[in-house]
C-alpha cells in the first residue's frame, strides 16, 4: 500500500519544517517527494495544519492492567501489590486479558502511542488483541520464582516466542519477563538467563524502585538489586530494566558498560510514592532511557503525551536546573530512544527507509497558538486528545480520531462483561 501524507510540518531531529510530504510504501517510509504525483498513491492524507511525529513509544506496560484502573490508589507499591492487586491478579483469565488489552490499545493508539512493551501474564491473548489492533509490541510472560509457578511461566514464556516472536508482520518480538529481584532468587535468575540465551530473547525486569528493594536486596546479597543481577550474568543478555529509581553511581557504570536500557516511568513512580529517578545523569552517562506509563493502576492514564511532559518537568525541579531535559529531550525519548530499549535501530525517526510507524497532531486547538515552536507546544502545550491520525507499520489505525481496527461499541461491552466476571471475588 503507498500513502502520501501532503503538506504536513515534519518532525525531525528536534526541529519542524512546514509545507512537507511523505510518502509511505509498504511498511515504510519511502521518501519525502517535493513533487508527489497523486495518482501513485493509494491513500491521500491531507496533512493541513498537522504535525507529523514519530510514533509514541510505552517502554513498560502492564497493558490488561486497566480492569485495575481506580481499583486501588493513594499506596505504596508493595501495599498496593501484595494487597491489592496481586490477589485480585489471582483471577484474570484469558478472556479478561483480552478485553483489558484491547482497552490499552484503544486508549494508546487514540493517545499516539504505536509501540508499547508489556510483561504480564495469559500474554497469548495480549498478543492476539495486539495483532487485531494492529499495534507493535514486545512481549514478556512476567516470571516469579518464589511460589508454585515458575517452571510453568518460563515454559509459557518460551511457549510465547515461539508463536509470536517476528510474527504480525514483524510488529511482535518476545523477551524474558523475569518481574523484579525480590520475586526472582538468584537461581532462578540464572535459569532465566540461560533459557534467554538458548532462545536469543531479550530481559524485561523491574529493577530498583524503591528505597526499600534496594536495602533488603543490600541486607540479604550484600548488593545492590543492578550489581546482584550483574553477578548473575542477567546482563549478557540485553536487558531493558524498569524504573532504576534508586540507583548508584557504580549501578550507573554497569548499566552503560553492559548496555543496559532503562524505561522511566515518572508518572508511576510519583504516584506509588517511589522517587525520582536520576534521569539526566543516567542519560550524560550514555544509558538509553525511554519512557513508559507502567500499568493503569499506577498512572493512572497510558498517555505518553503526559509522560513526556512530566519527564520534561520533574527533572528541572529535582535538580534546580531548566536544561536538566529538554522538550526535544523528552520527544527522544519517547521515540527514538524507546525504540532503541525495545531493539529496533530502524524506528522512531522519521527518516527514509524507517519502519512507518507515524502520528499527525492536529494543531487547531487553542492550546496550540501561538505557534513559536511545535516542539515545545507537543511536549509543554499538547495532549493525547490532540492525535488525529496513527499510522503503524504502514497501516493506518486511526483516521481524524476514528479507530479503525477495534470495534469500540463491543469493547464497551465485552469490557463490562469482563469487569464484572474479575470483580466477583469481592462479592463472595
Ligand atoms: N507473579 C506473576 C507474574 C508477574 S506479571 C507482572 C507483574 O508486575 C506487577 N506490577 C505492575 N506494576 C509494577 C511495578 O511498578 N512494580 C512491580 N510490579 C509491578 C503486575 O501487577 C504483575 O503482577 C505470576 O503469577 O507468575
Ligand atoms: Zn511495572
Same mark, same amino acid.
Given at each position: 500500500?503507498?500513502?502520501?501524507?501532503?503538506?504536513?510540518?515534519?518532525?525531525?531531529?528536534?526541529?519542524?519544517?512546514?509545507?512537507?510530504?511523505?510518502?509511505?510504501?509498504? #511498511?515504510? $517510509?519511502? &521518501?519525502?517527494? *517535493?513533487?508527489? /504525483?497523486?495518482?501513485?498513491?493509494?491513500?491521500?492524507?491531507?496533512?493541513?495544519? +498537522?504535525?507529523?511525529?514519530?510514533?509514541?513509544?510505552?517502554?513498560?506496560?502492564?497493558?490488561?492492567?486497566?480492569?485495575?484502573?481506580?481499583?486501588?490508589?493513594?499506596?505504596?507499591?508493595?501495599?498496593?501489590?501484595?494487597?491489592?492487586?496481586?490477589?485480585?491478579?489471582?483471577?484474570?483469565?484469558?478472556?479478561?486479558?483480552?478485553?483489558?488489552?484491547?482497552?490499552?490499545?484503544?486508549?494508546?493508539?487514540?493517545?499516539?502511542?504505536?509501540?508499547?512493551?508489556?510483561?504480564?501474564?495469559?500474554?497469548?491473548?495480549?498478543?492476539?488483541?495486539?495483532?487485531?489492533?494492529?499495534?507493535?509490541?514486545?512481549?514478556?510472560?512476567?516470571?516469579?520464582?518464589?511460589?508454585?509457578?515458575?517452571? #510453568?511461566? $518460563?515454559? &509459557?514464556?518460551? *511457549?510465547?516466542? /515461539?508463536?509470536?516472536?517476528?510474527?504480525?508482520?514483524?510488529?511482535?518480538?518476545? +523477551?524474558?519477563?523475569?518481574?523484579?529481584?525480590?520475586?526472582?532468587?538468584?537461581?532462578?535468575?540464572?535459569?532465566?538467563?540461560?533459557?534467554?540465551?538458548?532462545?536469543?530473547?531479550?530481559?524485561?525486569?523491574?529493577?530498583?524502585?524503591?528505597?526499600?528493594?534496594?536495602?533488603?536486596?543490600?541486607?540479604?546479597?550484600?548488593?545492590?538489586?543492578?550489581?546482584?543481577?550483574?553477578?548473575?550474568?542477567?546482563?549478557?543478555?540485553?536487558?531493558?530494566?524498569?524504573?532504576?529509581?534508586?540507583?548508584?553511581?557504580?549501578?550507573?557504570?554497569?548499566?552503560?558498560?553492559?548496555?543496559?536500557?532503562?524505561?522511566?516511568?515518572?508518572?508511576?513512580?510519583?504516584?506509588?510514592?517511589?522517587?525520582?529517578?536520576?534521569?539526566?545523569?543516567?542519560?550524560?552517562?550514555?544509558?538509553?532511557?525511554?519512557?513508559?506509563?507502567?500499568?493503569?493502576?499506577?498512572?493512572?492514564?497510558?498517555?505518553?503525551?503526559?509522560?513526556?511532559?512530566?519527564?520534561?518537568?520533574?527533572?528541572?525541579?529535582?535538580?534546580?536546573?531548566?536544561?536538566?531535559?529538554?522538550?526535544?529531550?523528552?520527544?527522544?525519548?519517547?521515540?527514538?530512544?524507546?525504540?532503541?530499549?525495545?531493539?529496533?535501530?530502524?524506528?522512531?525517526?522519521?527518516?527514509?527507509?524507517?519502519?512507518?510507524?507515524?502520528?499527525?497532531?492536529?494543531?487547531?486547538?487553542?492550546?496550540?497558538?501561538?505557534?513559536?515552536?511545535?516542539?515545545?507546544?507537543?511536549?509543554?502545550?499538547?495532549?493525547?486528545?490532540?492525535?488525529?491520525?496513527?499510522?503503524?507499520?504502514?497501516?493506518?489505525?486511526?483516521?481524524?480520531?476514528?479507530?479503525?481496527?477495534?470495534?469500540?461499541?463491543?469493547?464497551?461491552?465485552?469490557?463490562?462483561?469482563?469487569?464484572?466476571?474479575?470483580?466477583?471475588?469481592?462479592?463472595?
Amino acid at each position: 500500500m503507498k500513502i502520501l501524507i501532503k503538506n504536513i510540518g515534519l518532525m525531525q531531529d528536534g526541529k519542524v519544517t512546514e509545507h512537507k510530504n511523505i510518502a509511505v510504501e509498504d #511498511k515504510y $517510509i519511502k &521518501e519525502f517527494p *517535493e513533487n508527489p /504525483k497523486e495518482e501513485e498513491y493509494d491513500e491521500i492524507i491531507e496533512g493541513h495544519d +498537522m504535525l507529523a511525529m514519530p510514533g509514541l513509544v510505552n517502554t513498560h506496560t502492564h497493558v490488561a492492567m486497566t480492569l485495575f484502573r481506580s481499583y486501588a490508589d493513594d499506596m505504596a507499591l508493595m501495599d498496593w501489590l501484595q494487597n491489592k492487586i496481586w490477589p485480585a491478579e489471582d483471577h484474570l483469565d484469558d478472556d479478561i486479558v483480552y478485553w483489558g488489552s484491547t482497552l490499552a490499545f484503544a486508549e494508546m493508539i487514540r493517545g499516539g502511542t504505536t509501540s508499547f512493551c508489556d510483561m504480564y501474564m495469559f500474554m497469548d491473548a495480549c498478543a492476539r488483541a495486539a495483532d487485531k489492533a494492529g499495534i507493535r509490541g514486545n512481549l514478556a510472560r512476567g516470571l516469579a520464582g518464589i511460589g508454585p509457578n515458575g517452571q #510453568k511461566g $518460563i515454559d &509459557e514464556n518460551v *511457549e510465547l516466542y /515461539k508463536n509470536w516472536n517476528g510474527a504480525g508482520d514483524g510488529r511482535f518480538k518476545v +523477551m524474558m519477563g523475569p518481574h523484579a529481584p525480590y520475586t526472582c532468587p538468584p537461581d532462578y535468575i540464572r535459569k532465566v538467563r540461560d533459557v534467554a540465551e538458548k532462545y536469543d530473547m531479550p530481559i524485561h525486569i523491574h529493577l530498583s524502585e524503591t528505597k526499600g528493594e534496594v536495602e533488603n536486596c543490600e541486607k540479604e546479597y550484600h548488593m545492590t538489586p543492578i550489581a546482584l543481577m550483574d553477578s548473575l550474568g542477567l546482563f549478557e543478555r540485553p536487558t531493558l530494566a524498569a524504573h532504576c529509581v534508586h540507583v548508584t553511581d557504580d549501578d550507573i557504570r554497569i548499566m552503560k558498560e553492559k548496555h543496559v536500557c532503562a524505561a522511566h516511568n515518572p508518572a508511576s513512580n510519583l504516584k506509588l510514592a517511589s522517587g525520582i529517578a536520576p534521569v539526566p545523569k543516567m542519560r550524560k552517562a550514555g544509558i538509553t532511557v525511554g519512557i513508559g506509563t507502567d500499568g493503569a493502576s499506577s498512572n493512572n492514564k497510558l498517555d505518553m503525551f503526559a509522560e513526556m511532559r512530566l519527564t520534561a518537568l520533574i527533572h528541572k525541579a529535582a535538580n534546580y536546573d531548566p536544561f536538566a531535559i529538554t522538550a526535544k529531550e523528552a520527544v527522544d525519548m519517547a521515540t527514538k530512544d524507546g525504540a532503541k530499549c525495545l531493539g529496533y535501530d530502524n524506528l522512531g525517526e522519521l527518516k527514509e527507509g524507517f519502519l512507518a510507524d507515524i502520528i499527525l497532531v492536529d494543531r487547531t486547538g487553542f492550546h496550540w497558538k501561538p505557534r513559536f515552536d511545535s516542539v515545545s507546544l507537543a511536549v509543554y502545550a499538547g495532549n493525547s486528545m490532540d492525535v488525529d491520525t496513527v499510522i503503524i507499520n504502514g497501516r493506518p489505525v486511526m483516521e481524524h480520531k476514528e479507530l479503525l481496527t477495534i470495534d469500540t461499541e463491543k469493547m464497551d461491552a465485552e469490557v463490562k462483561r469482563v469487569t464484572e466476571k474479575l470483580y466477583a471475588f469481592t462479592k463472595k
